[in-house]
């Protein structure tokens, strides 16, 4: 069956960088996505990668890829109060067209 | 603009009544999808659908029904056969595409039961 596994909380210091962890299992997946939730809100696409790529930065965003151990992480550069939000990595399950997200994790940032 | 809207923003429902979610976009998707979020728990998928008329369960479908008579608009009904239904309530689209799935989100509605 598919899943996503993430811890469930991370603290860091304003100017840090934070690194979130994702695994999943689908090996299929083309497409594996991040998401960002503030409180009381709905969810927002940070970014993605395609599995063919090892790593995609975008300013402070940087994804990678390990496709053999199916470990994704999202890396914030000089994380700032505002990136506190809890952070969704999914993975896009081909046999049944849909979306498979993790339990997602708390980013919360320390002035 | 487009976007995804839900309605209403906070439900509040006495045990044993079934209360109806709405959600409309005008984004112009395919596929709609319906999400209950509990602390720690992430997101789980209750329905989805990925053309007007069809509708396919999701992981926590109990208790709950759905239909897509519109493009635009996906209803989810909470039952009086949901046992735990108090929870934040999320609906997204998306274009329905074989591997690129980007799904965009209404802003949720939290349901509690009195």
């Known amino acids: 069956g598919e899943d996503v596994e993430q811890s469930l909380f991370l603290s860091v210091r304003e100017g840090d960088s934070s690194v979130i962890n994702c695994t999943y299992t689908?090996?299929?997946?083309?497409?594996l996505y991040w998401y960002k939730q503030e409180p009381g809100a709905g969810l927002q696409l940070l970014t993605y990668?395609?599995?063919?790529?090892d790593m995609k930065q975008d300013q402070r965003l940087t994804v990678l890829l390990n496709k053999k151990d199916k470990h994704l992480s999202l890396r914030i550069a000089d994380t700032q109060t505002g990136d506190s939000a809890i952070y969704f990595c999914?993975?896009?399950?081909?046999?049944?067209?849909?979306?498979?997200f993790g339990q997602g994790t708390e980013l919360s940032v320390k002035p | 603009d487009g976007g995804i809207t839900q309605s209403p923003k906070y439900l509040f429902r006495k045990e044993g009544q079934n209360v109806t979610l709405s959600c409309e976009q005008n984004?112009?998707?395919?596929?709609m999808y319906w999400y209950r979020q509990d602390p720690g728990q992430g997101l789980r998928l209750i329905y989805y659908?990925?053309?007007?008329?069809?509708?396919q369960k999701g992981d926590i479908a109990e208790g709950y029904s759905v239909s897509r008579e519109k493009k635009e608009s996906f209803p989810l009904t909470v039952t009086s056969a949901q046992k735990n239904p108090t929870a934040f309530y999320l609906c997204?689209?998306?274009?329905?595409?074989?591997?690129?799935?980007?799904?965009?989100f209404g802003p949720g509605t939290r349901l509690t039961v009195l």
């Open positions: 999914a993975e896009f399950y081909n046999q049944g067209g849909k979306l498979i």
């Open positions: 997204a689209s998306s274009m329905f595409g074989e591997n690129y799935n980007e799904q965009f």
């Open positions: 689908d090996s299929s997946s083309t497409y």
């Open positions: 659908s990925q053309i007007v008329n069809d509708f």
């Open positions: 990668i395609f599995s063919n790529m």
């Open positions: 984004l112009n998707h395919d596929a």
